[in-house]
């Protein structure tokens, strides 16, 4: 009992510096998961966020002045701190990024009613694991890192400048923060080696995918192309999600200028958004839209005729973009002009949902657009296909339950193997009382 209250059965602390109401990457996995753990019974869940940012990299108009907050959340507790938002990626600006993170993070911790059980980090924030790593310490409780990407292999091949330096010194810090891991939690297989070779141990590794977290389409596709403004002739190239340098989308409007009987749409935010938009000025067949609302979202991506993913030839990455569960939902074909090694034509040769082609190749891409439209057998097989491998692999309910296993192992491990402090059973001193009631810092 605490203060005349039951104790809960489990308060787990959440790591993520994106966090609903972002809808775009890794928010929306963040915000499903801790409600998920809220609805649990007994069990009572803090995050602690960033201010919703992404994929626009602009500070939600609603967060703008905000220096910390507090708000419940669909049952969770979400404590938000403000941070640095880099309009453009640089490496010292996205160094200054994740240092007022960590800073503000460490200077103003969440206050919780007592001890967390554990610790859990989404990672690839560099700053999230480093604070999370470090309350799971003060408190002497298990730390769970997931690795939705690591961040030292997409800075060297970001294209930005500066990248080979930040990613020596990124990895070196996820090396330290992966160290200090009870288990290690990674969303697709090829990040196993990945994840050893920054020195953890294979036999702490466990794979938990990320699941579909988009409703099924729920309007008539022909009544969603007619109000978009899509003529039902016209084969339509849809890309959602995040404009960055990663995606090299310069491809798609290059495509475009290739085969004008093609609609390419962009739809999204990010720090190249600007600049694709002047790309694409001169062609009257390339369309830039805002973010759809969540409701409309699987509407819009099932009005297409073809769902994009890209990278730049440079990269060879082998996470698996949010975005793709969401178009295997769809059940429309993907085209995917990424390195035939990577973690993204791994998962669509394995959902056998798309038509893979070398990055930066736009001649390519556009004869793979072009094929499908005249093969609507084809196109519906591959869409099919998605769906089903959503439906069979990507269940929600079944990705959910993967983490709160990797949280339970983890505990099971803490209780058979107490740690040296526990053993000695030595007296805390008074600031660590103060931290555990959530009222100290916690560097």
Known sequence: MVNGFAAPARRVLLVSTNYAPEQAGIGPYAAQLA??????????????????????????????????????????????????VPARQTAARRALYETSILAHGLLAPPRLAGRPDVVVAQLPSLAGGVLAARLARAAGVPFVPVVQDLMGAAAAQSGIRGGDRAASLAAGIERRVLASAALVGVIHD??????????????????????????????????????????????????????????????????????????????????????????????????????????????????????????????????????LTSYFAAGRPVL??????????????????????PPEDPAALADAARALAADPARAAALGSAGRAYAAGHLGREAGLARLTDLLEEALRMRRARPSRARRSARPRPPAAHGAARGEGAAA
């Open 336 to 357: 995917a002009s990424v390195a035939a090694e990577g973690g993204t034509a791994h998962e669509v040769r394995r959902s056998a949902a798309g038509v893979l082609v």
């Open 35 to 84: 409600e998920h753990w809220a609805a649990r019974d007994g069990w009572e869940v803090h995050v602690m966020a960033g201010m919703p940012h992404y994929p626009a990299w602009r500070t939600d108009p609603a967060w703008r002045g905000v220096w910390r907050a507090t708000e419940v959340r669909g049952g969770v507790h979400v404590h938000r701190r403000r941070h640095t």
């Open 190 to 323: 090829s990040f196993t080696a990945r994840v050893t070779a920054l020195g953890v141990q294979e036999a702490r590794v466990r794979t938990v995918p990320n699941w579909t977290h988009i409703a099924s389409p729920a309007r008539a596709r022909a009544a969603t192309r007619a109000r978009l403004g899509w003529r039902e002739e016209e084969t339509v190239v849809l890309h959602s999600g995040n404009m960055g340098l990663k995606q090299g989308l310069e491809v798609l409007i290059e495509a475009a200028r290739l085969a004008p009987g093609l609609r390419v749409v962009l739809m999204g935010e990010g720090n190249q958004r600007a600049r694709l938009a002047e790309l694409a000025a001169p062609l009257s067949n390339v369309d830039l839209l805002p973010p759809a609302a969540e409701a409309d979202f699987p509407d819009v991506l099932a009005a297409a005729d073809a769902l994009a993913v890209t990278q730049r030839a440079s990269v060879l990455d082998m996470s698996v973009p949010s975005k």
